[in-house]
């Protein structure tokens, strides 16, 4: 009888916990994870619930809207269709060895008009976006697109907490266009089984050195007060030099040329040191480069079939925790993408970074003082700075889309220049544009010299320049040339410098170059001595303490092509890129300078299709921080 009264109370426990149970799953419904474990894999279950579309016309096309979706579906040229993006965090390693989707609940709807398809972003001059509109070829495949509900991708990086980490990104596709039938199928329910296995040895590694400074041989002297500066900060700080790379001084010198092996280096130096900056100091003379070979508009006018990426250096690992060569076909072309654009690209680059980099591009000792000074005088002294608490915009018309078929007439400099005051909003906000009368090279001079914490210019550009248009007026403003930025006299009160532009941050240029090629030179302008983004950050007495800018052709979405109210040219390419970077500082507190632009790298990747849509993969291979990767911003306390 006693043992019956016990089974009565297990069993009246285990239905209370079934109860219990149940309500839990009712109540998250919506997302449900679920971990087991099988021998050595893991299981994650979610399940995720879709409402129906909605349909909205836009003059001729339809555009196709859903209440969960969070990201698009928008390489030029396909259909614009909303999913829903998740990604997942596991350590670095990890191996996905099953993805499973099921999905349920069906519909579908007959459209009346074809849905509009994506055009392609602009880079120097807005293009006829009429050219990309109608893709006839496209409206008459009789299938599905996508072709499955899912797919996602793999890329290995640093996350949030500094941890090496496998990142799975996971895009879901609840609806479904046939172009030659002209409707679209959705579900309702889609379950999807994530079936993983993390390494047996998880990466953590001796923690010898925070800051590693990799120098020109005859700059290494001059960096002394900034490595005492450093390691008193509580930030390990070690130099190496070129020879001592070369020679084996620390670790066997492995790669097939000066790049690979200071990569090789860096390798090293993270798995043996634990290094999490990286400071290159050199210009491209001095400290060499890697050329990427991403081809873009190959025998049109804004060709272009390489350009710098000091990403290369901070992309030490792939997915799986392998060296991440960016030369997958050993062919010696690196980050290989051959045109036209049908083309997928030819080497696997993962492009989440795995070290934090910055460059300090000094042509001479000289420069080398003056940013020893700054960085000093910067992280002593900023901290609490009335003049830190100022955030300088300019911006004006980048293109002029009405003349090329736009039902919209967007600033795009200026709403740029909006979302990242919108994402500063403690921040007293100067802004200095094309419609407010004030976009003036004496008024820039005037307003930098006056000190901020951060400095947006949103424009066009080249390695000598920044400018931009006045509304529907396709002549130049006034804008800042490098001659411009000697009246910068902000001493000791120096901003983060964000530059939306071609080009300024292109510094393999040089005075030879009128000489070597004296016409491409004049018209690129490849002859200055130094470039326009790298130039605010060396100048003595003022400037910039670190900019971030792009070494090639920008890329920017004009007009709202989706019609939901948003620019285009903040929703991604250049203009997300920018403006993200001041969310991450201020809303998600990121403070240290090469953590915020390496996290800015690691969402791009994760939300947009870097693998196999070449302008997204430019984004982030182009862009350049010159700067130190360890900055305080804003000072030490």
């Avoid at 130049?476 to 120096?494: A, H, I, P, S």
């Avoid at 532009?501 to 690129?524: A, E, I, R, T």
């Amino acid at each position: 009888m006693k043992n019956t009264k016990i089974s009565l109370k297990l069993l009246t426990l285990i239905i209370f916990c079934l109860i219990v149970c149940v309500s839990i799953s009712t109540i998250n419904a919506e997302i449900n994870f679920k971990n087991k474990e099988h021998a050595n894999e893991k299981i994650i279950n979610i399940t995720k619930y879709f409402s129906i579309p909605e349909v909205r016309e836009q003059n001729d096309f339809l555009n196709i809207y859903l209440n969960e979706s969070n990201s698009l579906l928008s390489k030029s040229g396909e259909p614009i269709l909303p999913v829903f993006l998740e990604t997942f965090e596991f350590p670095l390693g990890t191996k996905i060895k099953e993805l499973n989707c099921f999905s349920s609940d069906f519909g579908e709807m007959k459209l009346s008009k074809k849905i509009k398809l994506s055009s392609e972003p602009s880079t120097v001059e807005c293009e006829s976006a009429e050219e990309n509109e109608i893709n006839d070829n496209f409206y008459f495949k009789n299938q599905l697109f996508p072709e499955e509900i899912y797919s996602y991708k793999i890329s290995g990086g640093l996350n949030r907490n500094n941890e090496y980490t496998t990142f799975l990104t996971v895009q879901l596709s609840p609806i479904r266009y046939n172009p030659l039938v002209n409707n679209i199928k959705y579900a309702k329910v889609i379950n999807l089984e994530i079936i993983y296995e993390e390494p047996s040895d998880i990466y953590v590694f001796p923690n010898e050195y925070d800051l590693l400074i990799i120098s020109y041989d005859n700059f290494a002297p001059l960096l002394k007060p900034l490595i005492d500066h450093k390691n008193s900060h509580g930030i390990k700080t070690i130099t190496v030099t070129l020879n001592d790379i070369y020679n084996s001084v620390f670790f066997p010198v492995e790669g097939r040329d000066n790049p690979e092996k200071i990569k090789y280096f860096i390798k090293n130096a993270v798995e043996n040191w634990s290094v999490k900056y990286v400071m290159l100091v050199g210009n491209y003379v001095k400290m060499p480069i890697r050329y990427v070979n991403l081809e873009t508009d190959k025998g049109e006018k804004y060709e272009e079939l390489e350009f710098i990426s000091d990403l290369y250096y901070s992309d030490i690992f792939d997915y799986e925790g392998n060296f991440s060569n960016w030369d997958t076909d050993n062919d010696g072309i690196y980050g290989e993408w051959p045109y036209p654009e049908n083309l997928s690209m030819s080497d696997d680059v993962d492009l989440c970074p795995d070290v934090y980099i910055g460059r300090l591009a000094c042509m001479y000792g000289f420069e080398v003082k003056i940013l020893v000074d700054k960085i000093i005088e910067y992280e002593e002294n900023s901290f609490e700075s009335n003049w830190f608490n100022n955030i300088i915009v300019v911006g004006g018309d980048t293109f002029n889309e009405i003349n090329y078929g736009y039902n919209t007439n967007y600033d795009e400099g200026i709403e740029a220049n909006k979302k990242a005051l919108e994402f500063m909003e403690s921040f007293k906000a100067v802004k200095i544009w094309t419609s407010l009368g004030n976009l003036t090279t004496s008024n820039i001079q005037n307003e930098v010299s006056k000190g901020s914490g951060f400095l947006y210019f949103c424009g066009h550009g080249n390695p000598s320049q920044w400018g931009t248009h006045e509304n529907s007026d396709n002549n130049w403003t006034e804008g800042v040339f490098l001659r411009d930025m000697l009246k910068f006299t902000n001493d000791g009160r120096y901003p983060i410098l964000m530059v939306g532009g071609c080009h300024n941050s292109q510094f393999d240029v040089s005075l030879l170059n009128l000489l070597k090629d004296p016409q491409h030179s004049l018209y690129y302008s490849t002859w200055v001595p130094e470039c326009w983004s790298w130039f605010s950050v060396a100048k003595k007495g003022g400037g910039a303490i670190a900019s971030i800018g792009s070494s090639g052709y920008g890329c920017v979405g004009i007009g709202d092509w989706y019609g939901n109210g948003i620019p285009d040219c903040i929703e991604g390419f250049d203009g997300w890129f920018e403006t993200q970077f001041f969310r991450l500082y201020n809303e998600e507190n990121i403070d240290i300078l090469g953590e915020t632009y390496g996290q800015l790298i690691v969402d791009y990747v994760n939300n947009f299709p870097v693998y196999t849509y070449r302008w997204d993969g430019k984004v982030v291979e182009t862009h350049v921080l010159f700067g130190d990767p360890s900055l305080k911003i804003g000072g030490y306390q």
